[in-house]
């Protein structure tokens, strides 16, 4: 005799690849959200805009607060690839400081997306140069982390 | 004549169109057009997944008579196939398959 089926009550959402919620970071899914985030309108501080010879391109606006980058908005070809790479860089930069930023590599992206067939590892490159193109573009006093309060911290008196 | 297939709907072109008439034709030497290039579809790029029986006598006819296949970049993205296709078939969209076939393009593109 088959035994009693038990039910338990659902008590907390999925949170599996199948049905989670959380974003994940597929191609796919990359492409699907960046192709809305590059028709946002750019943040205060544009980078120039860098292209390939197959007339691919890409740029990078920040929002830049006390050395770390707040936000990233990219405008880009519509390759689907490219959108994905800088849709890649736009989720996963924010609230790390600049110079940190400015150490992303392509092999990085490339590395942290797989499923992309090696004759599109150039969209990378493009991205990852349009970003530090928007990265230079950040005056010298706002790419700075902000030491003032730990200073009056240690020399409350001065 | 040089023609290029374009497979954009799904219902039987590739098990029945591709896989009983075109490329049975192929192999004989005997379609009567040469063809230049195929690019694929949505689901229509599961033929172009290694292992797939269909897409390898395709991919051998498509080196032997020098026809390019190229999948939808998007679509296989979709389906999380794109780096598991038959070694040297790209994907792209547009740009790419009309810069692929500039070379040799074809008289005639039929949609199926």
């Known amino acids: ?158 | 004549m040089k023609v290029a297939y374009i497979f954009a709907t799904q219902r039987h072109n590739v098990s029945y169109v591709l896989a009983k008439m075109i490329l049975p034709q192929l192999e004989e030497k005997r379609h009567g057009a040469a063809v230049v290039g195929m690019f694929f579809f949505e689901d229509n790029n599961y033929v172009l997944v290694q292992g797939n029986p269909i897409g390898a006598r395709l991919h051998k006819v498509a080196q032997e008579q020098g026809i390019l296949l190229m999948g939808c970049d998007q679509c296989c993205y979709e389906r999380e196939i794109a780096d598991k296709l038959f070694p040297g078939i790209p994907i792209g969209c547009f740009p790419d398959l009309y810069k692929a076939l500039s070379g040799n393009p074809p008289d005639q593109v039929i949609t199926l």
């Open chain 1, 1 to 158: 005799m088959a035994p009693a089926l038990e039910l338990t009550p659902m008590t907390a959402t999925c949170r599996s690849e199948c049905c989670s919620a959380a974003p994940r970071f597929t191609v796919n899914e990359l492409f699907e959200r960046g192709f809305r985030r590059r028709r946002a309108a750019p943040l205060p501080l544009e980078g120039a805009a860098c292209a390939d010879s197959g007339g691919n391109f890409a740029q990078f606006s920040l929002a830049v607060a006390e050395g770390r980058i707040g936000a990233v908005n990219f405008r880009c070809a519509s390759c689907a690839t490219l959108i994905a790479y800088c849709e890649l860089i736009a989720e996963t930069v924010p609230g790390l400081t600049t110079e940190i930023a400015r150490a992303l590599s392509a092999e990085e992206l490339i590395s942290t997306l797989p499923g992309v067939p090696a004759h599109k590892h150039d969209r990378a490159v493009l991205a990852v140069a349009a970003f530090r193109a928007a990265l230079a573009s950040i005056p010298i006093e706002q790419g700075k982390p902000d030491h003032e309060g730990r200073l009056h911290l240690r020399h409350p008196a001065a």
